[in-house]
């Protein structure tokens, strides 16, 4: 297998950043933690599964398709993904849900052999990526299936084509996106979509749930820049037309995206990439929060949005500067002020007038934050390990809505997680709207599965309840399934689940995600 | 009934520009025809009905949700579209097809009453909004049903609300965009889809078929437009949230957008509008096609693009020319030379940016062709009508692909049309391809539905064979039906097949339309 994420967290062990020095006080003062390390994870030699239950001759006609690895860090690497639930299960060594086995394919052809197989036999198939799911989206739910396999697309990380004349790119699923990013770059373009696990995540990882990207207001979330895909599911394949616009029924490829595994496996995905250019940053210190979503706003109505666009609300503008420390810059951000950074691609015009709009109701605070951001725009994940060893609760909270109906949704969500420590950036500009980002943070409590369940299911009902998406791009998963049916109605849920009868009679693709059984 | 097309052609009668002075000779010279007059449409008198089918028991309920009309003239105005193949009909008085009954609904309610009864006895039902469709998609199909009623939509034409904030406007479907249009005016805004159709279609229209408009490069297709909208199914409704981005599944919005009819009924469409801005225009000679599609790419890329792009091909602006005359703009597009037209709305940076670039290709022919053409932006039906009384064979055919392949599509879709009259513009720019959309004239022959069938199954067999989409915006309807699978497969085909028989399991929702029964 290839390079690997630890399995209790996030990364390869010992490479990511760690928490800021300030940290202590923050987490003492504000959190209610002593800062001292309380947790530690299981060691991988500790953990003990439960025995494969994949049937003998299922094993044997599987092996004749592709590789199928039973051993212990097999199947416990690919147990789950990386949400906080995740890895308050991982840490503890629970993994009674781990798959039988790991299969895995070399090719598409391979991958439809195997879901034929698994279907015959009714065993589940978890497709994985990049393994970096934060909703429960690689749970090792079997459904009504006997036993699971996780279908690892590793193998399939090819680029296929790269047209420079089209700005298209054909990628096999497994591809993690530095890898697709390097293909290009030697032909100076670039993929244009980074998500925060842009480091792990694959192409069909992406594609499959929506990925939205720190540069989607500039490039587009993945939605936007997928031109074409195909999709093996267990009853045939569905290959989707790479024509630019089409009025040709129903978008097909519409469904697939978001699809999660449900209905099938990605094997390859048509991209809208860019020319590469090099990014340059700004920052500015806004009165308020929603005096800065009015600056997004009119930029980003106007026309003149930057590529990547961050508004930290005076919650998380404050704990950024508590662990940061105040410097020039900190201080013009003192007094409840919000921290504004800009990202920009080439562009020059466009930057030029968005600066003189913004600078009518902002303070400039020079590239440095923006610097600041990009050094550690992946860095996260990598800290909530730390948090987590420090007996903190820690999840994000993403939704979007109208540019009309953010503030009521904002306060929303703030109001149904009280005692939390919650901080909120707008990152995702659109025409009509714009996402809302929190980061929660808490001390655990006894029993910190149930403490998430209850503020999870609150937030989320305040989410729908508010008008906003229970998902902007996290995607759905097991830990949003229940709230989609709000979202869509109950026509909705029942079209997902015909198209997904279709495709998947035998119900092994990825139980208990996107729909609830 | 509010404002009515004449039944055997555009627009209404007499308010149509007519064919130009020059057009005789072109007539004479290219076409083999005298452009004399030698077919006029019936009159209405004339036209023999069928007797209505519609159940006596059915009328009855019908009429106690909706208005019911089975008068000649209903019928027969809502007897088809306006396609060629429609207008070879209806001028020969041909309505054996006609609905047995025009059922006039006031609210998504009353639609949703009308698909349970025409369900309940069978009945087909084909949706009505702007009845501009060219491609068969309001045909009198029955399919197993019984009879047929058209379903108008004319009194579902309110503008539900605007919300400038959002700039997101919510409009009932039967609203024909001048309307909604104007309603946006008192606002500052404007609708920003405008198809070739926009005097006579309805939003409604627009999404169900996925209009792309003549300012889709700078505003985006319908398909980009929508932001939300609710569908009547025979057995429940679908809405979908206004978030302007999500990750909550496939994107079911995607699945409404252009069924056509097929499915159910869209009652409200949620746009993205626009502020409203001055057009300007400029126009350009380029040495060829090709060299011209090269420009094109180069802005499209650049992010430089026009909102409005319009390249004619040799054989279009030599057409042109020979309809206009030839001024002083004229003489700088002969010897095989190309029109291009720019229109700019608001944008002047980027309008000037680009024509930095374009003078490095081009000869300047300043505003006024881009002028002309604004005033001839609705023409082209219109004089359909005048070179059908002069037996003129008259059709367009339109399709996209990638900038590398847009070349091989062009070639193969002109190899397919020997004997015609073919221009070919380009008119619609994508980061990743273009638009190709022909226009083809030719003498008319003594069978002219045969002569009609054989050569758009040649150019749809081009078309498909050469990786073009089987309409970029004119949608599948009938005619393309039997091209679809081409494009989307086996299990595409199947998919659609499954969602359609999930909403309308009574098999009376528009019936041989987007898929062949």
């Not at 197989?117 to 006997?146: I, K």
């Not at 500015?284 to 109505?301: D, I, N």
């Not at 714009?434 to 006894?446: I, R």
């Not at 791009?473 to 009868?501: N, S």
Request: proline share 5%; net charge negative.
């Amino acid at each position: 297998m290839r390079r690997e994420q630890v399995f209790w967290g996030w990364g390869e062990p010992g490479a990511g950043p760690s928490l800021p020095e300030h940290a202590g006080e923050l987490l003492r003062e504000e959190i209610g933690v002593s800062g001292e390390i309380v947790s530690r994870p299981v060691e991988l030699d500790a953990v003990a599964l439960p025995p494969s239950a994949l049937p003998a001759a299922l094993r044997e006609r599987l092996q004749a398709v592709a590789e199928v690895r039973e051993d212990v860090e097999a199947r416990v690497l690919r147990s789950r993904g990386k949400s906080y639930l995740d890895l308050l299960a991982s840490r503890s060594g629970d993994f009674a849900s781990a798959p039988d086995a790991v299969v895995v394919p070399a090719d598409a052809r391979a991958v439809a052999s195997v879901l034929q197989l698994c279907s015959e036999y009714g065993v589940a198939v978890v497709p994985f990526g990049g393994g970096t799911s934060v909703v429960g989206g690689l749970a090792g739910e079997r459904g009504r299936c006997s036993a699971l396999v996780s279908l690892d697309l590793g193998r399939l990380d090819r680029v296929v084509s790269i047209d420079p004349w089209s700005l298209v790119a054909v990628f096999e699923p497994g591809i993690r996106l530095p890898e697709a990013d390097a293909a290009l770059r030697a032909q100076g373009l670039a993929l244009g979509h980074v998500p925060q696990s842009y480091e792990w995540a694959t192409v069909g990882g992406c594609a499959a749930t929506r990925s939205a990207g720190q540069t989607s207001t500039g490039h587009g979330r993945i939605d936007e820049q997928v031109v074409a895909l195909s999709c093996v599911t267990p009853v045939g394949s569905l290959s989707t037309l790479d024509a630019p616009g089409s009025a040709a029924g129903p978008a097909l490829r519409e469904l697939v995206l978001g699809s999660e595994g449900t209905l099938g496996v990605i094997t390859s995905v048509a991209l809208r990439v860019r020319r590469r250019v090099e990014a340059s940053y700004d920052a500015w210190s806004v009165e308020s929060f929603l005096a800065g979503a009015e600056l997004l706003r009119a930029l980003e109505q106007d026309g003149i949005a930057p590529d990547i666009a961050r508004l930290s609300d005076e919650e998380e503008t404050r704990t950024s500067l508590a662990l940061a420390g105040t410097g020039t810059v900190g201080r013009r951000l003192l007094g409840g002020r919000c921290l504004l950074v800009c990202g920009w691609q080439g562009a020059t015009g466009r930057a030029s007038a968005a600066r003189k709009l913004i600078r009518g109701g902002a303070l400039p605070l020079g590239p440095a934050p923006g610097h600041a951001w990009e050094k550690s725009r992946f860095a996260g994940p990598h800290l909530r390990d730390d948090l987590m060893d420090r007996g903190v609760l820690v999840e994000t909270i993403e939704t979007a809505t109208t540019w009309s109906n953010l503030e009521r949704l904002y306060r929303a969500v703030l109001a149904a997680l009280p005692g939390l420590h919650v901080g909120c950036h707008i990152s995702h500009l659109y025409p009509t709207g714009a996402s809302l980002y929190f980061t929660v943070l808490g001390a655990q409590s006894d029993d910190p599965v149930a403490q998430w369940g209850a503020f999870k299911d609150a937030a989320s009902r305040a989410i729908v309840s508010a008008g906003g998406t229970i998902t902007h791009h996290h995607a759905v998963g097991r830990d949003h399934a229940p709230y989609l049916g709000e979202e869509i109605g109950e026509l909705g849920i029942e079209l997902l689940r015909t198209v997904k009868t279709r495709c998947d009679p035998a119900g092994v693709m990825n139980p208990g995600k996107l729909l609830v059984d």
